[in-house]
Antibody, heavy 125, light 107 residues
Framework: QVQLLESGPGLVKPSGTLSLTCGVS?????????WTWVRQPPGKGLEWIGQ???????KYNPSLRSRVTVSIDTSKNQFSLKLTSVTAADTAVYYC??????????????????WGQGTTVIVSS | DIQMSQSPSSLSASIGDRVTITCRAS??????LNWYQHKPGKAPKVLIY???TLQTGVPSRFSGSGSGTDFTLTISTLQPDDVATYFC?????????FGQGTKLEIK
């Protein structure tokens, strides 16, 4: 059974850096999948943050690109999120997820089929 | 960016009703459209991918249709367990945007 587990500080000061890690069990982070971060601010909808592939290729939400870094650690089977210069607007539940396409011929339709439980990050002094 | 808009933002229906939620993309996304169900305090769950393919393990009362810019999620017979917020997501372009969500309640 594949499981993802987010970890990191639940409280970050304004202008600081938010750092989260997603540990993966039951699957290899070097498999043919994208590893993704999504967040949900209080009372709002889901926001796709970015993702990383096993070779280090990344894709980011343009609205966050200047502040976001997603990295991968194959030795620990985990991936991470760093968000710099945070403000109260970055307060949210942060989820990590596995983004996989079913095997078979094209077209290739990716979907986030396994998610972490989510971790709440509050930006406050 | 591709913008996704859903309607309605919320809806109330009775057990056994047929429920339809629509999602519109600001430009063509072909069939690169997923639907997720999100319950409070839980992780989102994928229901439909590729616009109309049912994710393994999802009840057959859920179905999806559409292509291009207009998509629909249908629940054929509403059950109490379906109370949730539903999100569409496009995966056509490299920034995979979500719709704003549709909150479904039981009348």
């Amino acid at each position: 059974q594949v499981q993802l587990l987010e970890s990191g500080p639940g409280l970050v000061k304004p202008s600081g850096t938010l750092s989260l890690t997603c540990g993966v069990s039951g699957d290899s982070i070097t498999s043919n999948k994208w590893w993704t971060w999504v967040r949900q601010p209080p009372g709002k909808g889901l926001e796709w943050i970015g993702q990383i592939y096993r070779n280090g290729d990344t894709k980011y939400n343009p609205s966050l690109r200047s502040r976001v870094t997603v990295s991968i650690d194959t030795s620990k089977n985990q991936f991470s999120l760093k968000l710099t210069s945070v403000t109260a607007a970055d307060t949210a539940v942060y989820y990590c997820a596995r983004d996989e396409a079913p095997a078979g011929p094209p077209p290739t339709y990716y979907r986030m089929d396994v998610w972490g439980q989510g971790t709440t990050v509050i930006v406050s002094s | 960016d591709i913008q996704m808009s859903q309607s309605p933002s919320s809806l109330s229906a009775s057990i056994g009703d047929r429920v339809t939620i629509t999602c519109r993309a600001s430009q063509n996304v072909d069939r690169y459209l997923n639907w997720y169900q999100h319950k409070p305090g839980k992780a989102p769950k994928v229901l439909i991918y590729g616009a109309s393919t049912l994710q393994t393990g999802v009840p057959s009362r859920f179905s999806g249709s559409g292509s291009g810019t207009d998509f629909t999620l249908t629940i054929s017979t509403l059950q109490p367990d379906d109370v949730a917020t539903y999100f569409c997501q496009q995966t056509y372009r490299n920034s995979y945007t979500f719709g704003q969500g549709t909150k479904l309640e039981i009348k």
